[in-house]
């Protein structure tokens, strides 16, 4: 796969070219509501390696911050996108409830109420394997 830019010419080997068609359709899948929504997957790419294409002006206020912080600019932006994406995380995966609905869901699982008939019917219509 070759594709082309302004400045440079990228050729990818077939596994790379995989790699860029599934971030590609990743990204239209999480920013197109018309389209299926599937479980996002984790990221796995082998390389320590990151180019990121940013303007002028975001450069230099990173660079910027960088230097108000006395870090270099890696340093700089992989702290803040490591912090911005544990947030990230911790958002999508954690629950916080109150001290009352805490004590209700603990209840509710120690004393669960009984199946209704409603339930029962579609425990029955589970298939046996899931």
């Known amino acids: 796969m070759i594709i082309s830019s302004p400045n440079r010419i990228f050729r990818w080997g077939s596994r790379q070219a995989v790699e860029f068609a599934a971030s590609v359709t990743y990204i239209l899948k999480a920013y197109n509501p018309r389209m299926e929504h599937t479980m996002p997957r984790a990221a796995i790419d082998d390389s320590k390696r990151m180019n990121l294409r940013v303007s002028p002006e975001a450069k230099a206020k990173l660079m910027r911050a960088a230097a108000l912080k006395n870090i270099d600019l890696t340093s700089f932006v ?15 995966e954690v629950v916080e409830v109150s001290r009352r609905d805490h004590a209700l869901i603990m209840q509710m ?21 899931l």
Do not use: G, H, K, M
Not at 78 to 92: G, N, Y
Not at 113 to 123: C, D, G, K, M, S
């Open 109 to 129: 699982l120690e004393n669960p109420p009984r199946a209704n008939t409603r339930l029962q019917r579609a425990i029955a219509a589970l298939p046996d394997s």
């Open 78 to 92: 992989t702290q803040t996108a490591v912090r911005e994406a544990e947030a990230i995380i911790q958002e999508s």
